[in-house]
């Protein structure tokens, strides 16, 4: 008997067990297990093998053998399940894979970015900003501070001048002048060192940029591999130098200095 | 010019609004009032005359360039002089700035000669145009 004749036959026998729910269901699981085998038949050698299976347990089931089509349904379960299991294992395995790498390649770093990192570099900047603010400060009142001597120094000089001119004393000059002339020029050479020393921030505040931009470097860096190993596609472009290119980029719409935005004042007819 | 007329420094920056500040009175001006960001600038503008604007361009809450075209868009206060001092130095920022209507333009760092040598050339403008 061909398989033709034999399937419709066992078809036809199939009528008298329809009733049956629990065939009902295995019919539909073995639907889907036979979808299975064939999806996996492609890639696995046991193809034939499956389509015999199945062909058993259809007739089995046809032939009411509840007992041999439980067998089957078991069998099959077991190996769509190991499939699936089997690929899920693979899936976790790959994700074990590539967390092992991402730890050992990124981690320890990563994981105090966030924590510890970051907003270390956030306090650094803060404090960059706090040096330079008081340096600055510090200056200015000292430079304020000789600004207002100087315009009185200036006044007495003015007096002095008039004594060996008119060869007189001038009413309003006197000893308390001398006095403040001393005490100004005490002052200067001390205030003086007072704003040099002010400029220590510059060695201070460039050391903590400096390492606040390789900790920003570092962080590209990660990311970078975090996209890798996770296997986002990066888009295929010459690599930036860093922040030197986004750097090139912006000077190339940048005037060089106040020459050439007079230039383009100049354009507007200023 | 004159050396009586008020001017408004609006940067956020205190060190750089005492720096202007002592660069303007070296220049020999004593009426000098400051402001932190466009938009006390604008109060302050709007409640006291004010003969001349120096103002920064990148600050919160308002802007040089807003605050620019606040001045230019006011009846009373469309016609002060409005000298921008500030670190964007694009193209299109100068450019807009003139746009905007601005009498000239400073980029930092800057030294107290060009300071000097704007705001001179804003008043010989402005004396040529009156």
């Given amino acids: ?58 007739k089995a089931i046809i032939q009411g053998d509840i007992e041999t089509a439980e067998k089957y349904v078991i069998k099959f379960t077991n190996l769509g399940s190991k499939d699936l299991f089997s690929e899920v294992g693979k899936i976790t395995r790959k994700l074990h894979d590539s967390i092992q790498e991402f730890q050992e390649n990124i981690s320890p770093r990563l994981k105090n970015l966030p924590m510890n990192e970051l907003p270390e570099a956030t306090d650094k900047l803060q404090w960059v900003i706090e040096k330079t603010e008081e340096a600055a400060s510090r200056t200015i009142s000292l430079v304020e501070k000789h600004l207002g001597c100087q315009e009185k120094t200036s006044k007495i000089i003015n007096q002095i001048e008039k004594y060996f001119t008119e060869n007189r004393i001038p009413a309003d000059l006197n000893e308390k002048d001398l006095a403040y002339l001393k005490d100004v020029n005490q002052d200067l050479p001390k205030d003086l060192m007072e704003i040099l020393i002010a400029q220590d921030f510059q060695d201070l505040t460039g050391q903590i940029i400096k390492k606040v931009i390789q900790l920003i470097a570092d962080i590209e860096n990660q990311l970078v591999k975090i996209l890798q190993i996770f296997g986002v596609k990066l888009e295929s472009r010459p690599k930036p130098e860093g922040l030197a290119l986004s750097q090139n980029i912006k000077q190339e719409h940048m005037v060089s200095g106040q020459s050439e935005v007079d230039d383009i004042l100049q354009q507007f007819g200023f | 010019m004159d050396q009586k007329m008020k001017i408004l420094v609006v940067d956020d920056f205190t060190t750089m609004r005492r720096i202007v500040k002592n660069l303007l009175k070296q220049l020999g001006y004593e009426n000098i009032d400051e402001a932190e960001d466009g938009q006390q600038a604008l109060s302050k503008l709007k409640n006291d005359k004010y003969h001349f604007i120096i103002s920064d361009w990148n600050m919160p809450n308002m ?68």
């Fill in chain 2, 63 to 130: 802007t040089g360039i807003e605050l620019l075209q606040q001045v230019r868009s006011d009846l009373e206060l469309k016609a002060l002089p409005f000298l921008m001092v500030t670190a964007e130095a694009e193209k299109e920022r100068v450019i807009e700035a003139i746009k905007t209507g601005v009498n000239n333009y400073i980029i930092k760092p800057f030294t107290a000669e060009i300071l000097k040598d704007k705001m001179e050339k804003i008043f010989e403008k402005m004396a040529g145009k009156s």
């Fill in chain 1, 1 to 58: 008997m061909s398989i033709q004749k034999k399937e419709k036959q066992e078809a036809e026998n199939l009528e008298c067990v329809k009733d049956n729910n629990s065939l009902l269901e295995m019919e539909k699981a073995i639907a889907l297990i036979f979808n299975k085998a064939v999806e996996e038949g492609n890639k696995i050698n046991g193809f034939l093998g499956i389509v015999e299976d199945v062909q058993a347990l259809l």
